[in-house]
């Protein structure tokens, strides 16, 4: 199995990347994207707290989740174990569970690599809109959790790279726009940039 | 017991309203609002099913009760039974029981109404940003259920009046940018628009 997290950014590309995932035994869990932006412009109008907002953006992902179900007829399920492909709804699991701080440093990103870890996955994938992790405006290959801890704000959440080290998680980063990266991903080739625990 | 769904176009008041209902026995249906807007923006771009959309917009009202608990300090449950007062988080018992239809015509308001009748309450109050409902431009102290369904698009949903005369429920419909009116509507006055079975 690969967990491959699909991005909100990439909405408008789903109905291309889904028909090349569906062929594969992937669980999707899905980002917030334009329904987490609801939460996040609430949340800083209205003095929200971040712990509200933090379920908040898990219900959003759950919104996205019924989207990529429903554009691709991947099965969507509540349900950490069964068939695959599917596309995983994280919200009861995450509200029953409540494993991560409640923080916007904690995003789909770090929600993907727990669910990962809950798996026994030694490998993540995330799709995103960019090509992978720069540093100093260069794209990297390879990149070590710790170093991407110390980047600053990046294309993926402030916390994964804690969770990487704490589960030993290997993280793939990859432009989710082009379906031949992604082909290209899912035959093992290195596309991206890989992010060490 | 009352069920008081509460509009999500009442966000912004909601710091007001929610400290007069919390010293009633009151379960709060939450509306959609905001987080509903995206997800009704999603479904008209990406030419999404209405099934999708159903669960993602009652994803929407999970969202908009964890809001109004965290900004009130009412508590929030997914649970029917329960005490009170309480915000109630439908999304779980939607995706289990999904008793109506998948379309745009159910919103919160048939929800809440639906929610009334498994409680088996027969009164249901709609608080949105409006006096009532309005028949030829002018406000109505009560209108039938059969008259309303005739009536095209009003403040409340198109579905409510098949399910208020289905469970032979009456709804209150009142404005809910006035704590006068709320705390006039729980002492029983009559307020706004009665719609009777």
């Known amino acids: 199995m690969r967990v491959v997290k699909l991005g909100g950014s990439l909405l408008r590309y789903a109905r ?5 995932l569906r062929e594969h035994e ?15 412009k609430v949340y800083m109008e209205h003095s929200l707290d971040e712990s509200a ?17 429903s554009v691709s007829g991947i099965p969507a399920r509540q349900a950490l174990e069964g068939s695959l492909p599917a596309v995983l709804l994280p919200y009861r699991l995450m ?3 409540d494993p991560l701080p409640h923080s ?15 798996l026994g996955e030694k490998h993540l994938v995330i799709l995103t809109d960019v090509d992978g992790i720069c540093v100093e405006g260069t794209l990297v290959d390879e990149i070590k959790a710790d ?51």
Chains 1, 2 share one sequence.
């Open 95 to 97: 509200r029953e569970r």
């Open 16 to 20: 291309e990347i889904l028909p090349v």
């Open 26 to 40: 992937v669980l999707i869990v899905p980002g917030g994207g334009v329904f987490a932006d609801a939460v996040r």
């Open 147 to 197: 170093q991407l801890d110390k980047l600053g704000e990046t294309c993926v959440d402030a916390y994964l790279p804690k969770l990487l080290r704490r589960y030993n998680i290997t993280c793939t980063v990859a432009n989710g726009r082009s379906t031949e990266v992604v082909k290209a991903l899912l035959r093992g080739e290195a596309v991206g940039t890989k992010i060490t625990p």
């Open 104 to 118: 916007w440093q904690v995003t789909s990103d770090s929600i993907a690599c727990y669910i990962a870890a809950l």
């Open 53 to 69: 907002a933090h379920f908040m953006a898990i219900a959003a992902m759950d919104a996205y989740g019924e989207f990529l179900s």
